[in-house]
């Protein structure tokens, strides 16, 4: 798994509901507001600041556009592996401690520099494996020697490797034989390993697909047909009903049909 860039660009505020972070995520809020919301407390991030955000973590996310103006913010995802790479390489940063729920940064014109040259290597087809991970660790190097890093050791669990299959093709025809067969394992066995996390197959890759749908509704102009398409959806209304339900609000908020 490589880093990958993403981008949030909308005119208007909105609620992700219980928002799940699969891949270390460093973001950088450009314009409006970013809210975090958990039973234990709020976090708050303005324009001009850096966000981290820990695998594994679970939140209410409000994005929220200045008046007459837009939420705008892009980010860097950094699997696990990417991480692990990255201690590795950078040993003498072992003694701190990782971020936990959320930590924050400023964007000064060092970071910005760094962040900039990070996110164009990665949206550059030509650019090799190495060269995007060379940028990516140079960003993670300068939040460590600010005393930023993210853990190296949380095991991935098997939801997480589902969610990292289904990501690469949401759109493919899914199923417990198909999934169990990538991991060369029996069907009864991914079942039970899941059953084990509390989850199932078609949970796991009914979050992702709608993951992948709600990165398109903030990143891009497609339509929600098209999305729904792209996501492994042969409808739009059942795509529609599946996102409302799993975020809170129509997909239809954030990218309306055209008359």
């Not at 919301?37 to 708050?44: A, F, K, N």
């Not at 940064?105 to 995007?132: I, K, P, T, V, W």
């Not at 669990?157 to 417990?176: E, F, G, K, T, Y």
């Not at 890759?205 to 398109?216: D, F, M, N, Q, W």
Request: hydrophobic letters at 40%.
């Amino acid at each position: 798994m490589n880093a990958a860039a993403q981008f949030v660009y909308t005119r208007v505020s909105h609620r992700v509901r219980t928002a799940q972070v699969r891949d270390d995520l460093i973001g950088w809020v450009l314009s409006g507001h970013k809210r975090l919301l958990t039973p234990q407390g709020e976090q708050r991030f303005d324009s001009g600041a850096v966000f981290l955000l820990p695998r594994g973590t679970q939140w209410d996310m409000f994005n929220e556009a200045l008046a007459g103006g837009v939420y705008e913010a892009r980010m860097i995802s950094c699997p696990q592996e990417l991480i692990e790479r990255f201690h590795q390489r950078f040993g003498q940063f072992a003694a701190l401690a990782p971020v936990q729920r959320s930590a924050c940064s400023s964007a000064d014109a060092a970071f910005a520099a760094s962040f900039n040259h990070a996110m164009s290597a990665l949206q550059d087809e030509r650019a090799s494996a190495a060269l995007r991970e060379h940028r990516v660790q140079e960003v993670l190097l300068l939040l460590a020697e600010r005393g930023l890093v993210f853990s190296s050791h949380t095991p991935l669990r098997w939801q997480d490797r589902i969610h990292r299959l289904v990501s690469q093709r949401p759109h493919a025809p899914w199923d417990v034989q198909t999934i169990a067969a990538a991991f060369h394992c029996s069907a009864s066995t991914l079942q039970r390993r899941l059953a084990e996390e509390g989850s199932s197959v078609s949970r796991c890759v009914r979050e992702l697909r709608l993951e992948a749908g709600l990165a398109l509704l903030q990143a891009g102009q497609l339509r929600v047909s098209e999305i729904a398409a792209r996501c492994g959806y042969d409808s739009h209304s059942r795509f529609s009903a599946a996102f409302r339900a799993h975020f809170g609000f129509a997909p239809s908020t954030l990218r309306p049909e055209p008359s």
